[in-house]
């Protein structure tokens, strides 16, 4: 890819399989809000068939314009099966808040979620690749790049780096408070929304001199 | 189940499906430690085949003794599929840190996650999904379920429980220090974990004294 390259912006395809049937009126296929829950998140689920049953991991994951990232171990066997062709569905899901209604039936969730159906790719130019990893560390820390050691030979040799078209992609999210049966706001309950985030400590810096024995 | 029936432990079995094949050591199969990761989540993703894909969705969970359970709509197609006999994956994952090293190769993430392959089985009877939707709110809040309003028939009725053994189980974890190679250890950039977790704010109360419109 050259800088000037116009950027890549495939359509979000809504299909019959990323069409919410239930509760669509919580759903969107805009790009920006996808976008945005996605970069929002470091953890992904990505599913797929490995050797004939439904295997799922959890993931550090990155976007990059219109793809999704991933990386690790050439012997991963959910990689192996994606390579062999097995289309990935990958989840990202943000709790916001517990709902707390009046009513048990009416309890919910607050949340932000985007589910992606798509076949990885492999990263194998070495510039994409090297562009591709430089933005797995720099989203953790803008200028980290620059300072740490860069991957050497047999480190880029035994690493998989793959990619996912934010594409055939849907996202889902909820938010503001209960929404009770109209006989029941007079019930004598607290009700309402307990927020929550997932939130960052002071860096707790590593002082070893060498690797822990 | 009665009330002095002594509890189901059936032992977390160790196949070769959920041994862990990479960076074993992070792994564990103890049911203590598995517990602990279920009861500190909210959110899990159950994947499995629906019409003859892949599919993923977040859900709400809670864990009552040696079983995880969700609840939903009869009218969700990955239930259907479940209940058409699909095995499900259910993944649960808490980031716990990012650990920024001194090479590229060594960023990694500190982390608690579950994977669980389980059937569903749909808990019918009356006294026991009284109970088990009981404990969905009593762990948001002790005592809730004495003040809230119970399901009523209608409710029930266009509710699925499903609980899942929690027996083809494992965790993997990692903590700590990142652990780099000796040679980059006197390089002169920060390292160590930016500790995070789900951090909940005050409650918001909902003061309307009717359904939004």
């Known amino acids: 890819m050259t800088e000037d390259a116009p950027p890549k912006t495939p359509p979000i395809l809504q299909t019959p399989r990323n069409t919410l049937q239930r509760l669509s009126r919580r759903a969107s296929y805009d790009r920006a809000v996808i976008h945005a829950i996605l970069d929002d998140g470091y953890v992904a689920v990505i599913s797929a068939l490995v050797e004939g049953a439904v295997r799922a991991q959890p993931i550090y994951y990155w976007r990059v314009g219109d793809e999704l990232f991933v990386h690790g171990s050439r012997h991963n066997a959910l990689f192996k ?3 062999d062709g097995q289309e990935a ?5 943000h709790l916001d808040g517990l709902v707390l209604a009046r009513s048990a039936f009416h309890h919910s969730m607050n949340y932000r979620s985007v589910v ?3 076949h990885a790719r492999e990263v194998t130019a070495a510039a994409e690749r090297t ?10 820390a803008a200028g980290r790049w620059g300072q740490i050691r860069k991957p050497s030979e047999p480190e880029l040799r035994g690493t ?3 990619g996912f078209a934010i594409s055939e992609a ?4 909820r938010s503001g408070p209960p929404v009770d049966d109209p006989d029941d706001y ?3 309950v607290w009700a309402g929304v307990v927020p929550c985030k997932l939130a960052f400590g002071e860096g707790e810096e590593d002082t070893n001199a060498q690797p822990p024995a």
Do not use: F, H, N
Not at 131 to 140: D, N, P, T, Y
Not at 170 to 173: M, Q
């Open 116 to 118: 992606i159906y798509a």
């Open 170 to 173: 849907s996202a889902k999210a």
């Open 81 to 83: 099966a994606l390579m």
């Open 160 to 162: 998989m780096v793959l």
């Open 186 to 188: 007079g019930l004598p």
């Open 131 to 140: 562009a591709v990893l430089k933005q797995s560390v720099e989203r953790l």
């Open 89 to 93: 569905c990958i989840t990202v899901a």
